[in-house]
């Protein structure tokens, strides 16, 4: 009786193993990047926080042998953050990603935002400087004094230029929660 018991205790987690490795290898983790193209200019300049933007898979993306996220589907969201540029500093943006659609026009929900695989803000870095001034620097030799002449920035910067993502470019959606293809 209780190598029966023990035996039915044993098929049971046997049973339940399988079924969570299926679930496991339909599943995305977050954090996972996936290769998105975009088949328009993205910028500053044409955009506002809030406007709706569309992403496309390039590729399929296997998980083992299941097709999770076919190829050509259409990723969707919205510009999540739009800094216009400023004196010194250049246009800059973020795009969050709501929605996937599946090239058979099943729509899903996923949650993630767009990168180029180092940072999620496309721009925001300073502009040039407008000027520069002759700087003196002093050093001292093993026997005596020199020094030489060097051109540093003013303080003065240009006015920040618009920026943003264009065709072509090399993208990531990085996904913020788990992505699980549901049978």
């Known amino acids: 009786m209780k190598r029966i018991i023990l035996a039915i205790v ?15 290898a339909t599943t995305l983790n977050a954090g996972t990047f996936i290769l998105v193209d ?9 955009l506002q926080e809030g406007d709706r933007v569309h992403f496309i898979a390039p590729a399929d993306v296997w998980v083992d042998e299941v097709n999770i996220i076919p190829k050509n589907s259409i990723f969707t969201g919205y510009v999540s953050m739009l800094k216009m540029p400023i004196k010194g500093i250049n246009g800059a943006l973020k795009f969050k ?23 999620d803000m496309f721009g925001g870095e300073l502009a040039p400087p407008a000027s520069y001034n002759q700087m003196t ?7 005596h004094w020199s020094g030489t002449t060097q051109w540093v920035p003013s303080g003065e910067y240009e006015y ?23 049978d």
């Open 160 to 182: 920040g230029r618009h920026r943003g993502i264009k065709p072509g470019q090399k993208l990531f959606l990085e996904l913020e929660s788990p992505y699980t293809l549901s």
């Open 38 to 46: 975009t088949k328009k200019i993205l910028s500053t300049e044409s």
């Open 97 to 119: 990603i709501t929605h996937i659609t599946l090239p058979t026009g099943e729509t899903r929900e996923i949650d993630g935002k767009i990168t180029d695989g180092i940072n």
């Open 10 to 24: 044993f098929a049971v987690i046997f049973i339940q193993n399988l079924n969570t490795d299926v679930k496991a």
């Open 137 to 143: 620097h002093l050093y001292q030799s093993r026997w």
